[in-house]
């Protein structure tokens, strides 16, 4: 199972290199941290429950990736919104320019 973490650190690497490629399975702003393994402090329990623990961790990683894409995917979203609204506020003080109102609306004006 050890082999699988290379695995997942591609797999992480690749979608935060390339956010747009997690971006269509998330909801924008709704990732959610996996949950993290449980591991005893005693090894009676580590060697009764090893498997069970080895599979908590591989799912842990798994859902680490989901939620790096997911926040990238977001960081993604976020961004184009951010230049959006950017393009929509100067389009406003162009508007209040033109209008002789951009002292009126007390907007400071550009260097």
């Not at 269509?24 to 090893?50: H, I, K, Q, V, W």
């Not at 623990?53 to 990238?72: H, L, P, Q, V």
Request: proline content about 7%.
């Amino acid at each position: 199972m050890i082999w699988m973490v290379p695995l997942v650190w591609a797999l992480t690497l690749t979608l935060w290199l390339d956010p747009a490629l997690g971006q269509g399975a998330y909801d924008s702003g709704n990732c959610s941290p996996p949950e993290e393994p449980f591991m005893p402090e005693d090894d009676a329990p580590l060697a009764r429950y090893a498997v069970l623990i080895a599979e908590d961790f591989e799912r842990y990683f798994a859902a680490s990736s989901e939620y790096f894409a997911c926040m990238d995917a977001t960081r993604q979203t976020e961004f184009l919104r951010a230049q959006q609204v950017s393009e929509r506020h100067r389009q406003f003080l162009a508007r209040l320019d033109r209008l002789g109102l951009r002292g009126k609306a007390a907007v400071r004006e550009e260097p």
